[in-house]
């Protein structure tokens, strides 16, 4: 896949490290995801991506854990 190519977060495979460009949700979620440190620029580092286990993600040395949902809705790069 082309490194340039913005991709949902669920996309993204344990151990690569991501930027965020947006967040396709409504305002409710935009800011619960921006309190939790998922703001536009943040590298954004997939701890555990397995089907059916938990979606870990790690944001500014926080381990975060999404719904398979709400990281569909995060595009990255």
Known sequence: ???DQ???L???KPGQTVKLVAIDAGRGLNSRL???G???DVEIT???NNHPGPFMITVKN???MLGRGMAQKILVT
């Open 6 to 8: 913005t991709r949902p």
């Open 38 to 40: 998922l703001v536009p």
């Open 46 to 48: 997939v701890l555990s």
């Open 34 to 36: 921006a309190s939790m």
């Open 10 to 12: 669920s996309a993204v």
């Open 1 to 3: 896949m082309d490194p």
């Open 62 to 64: 926080s381990r975060v």
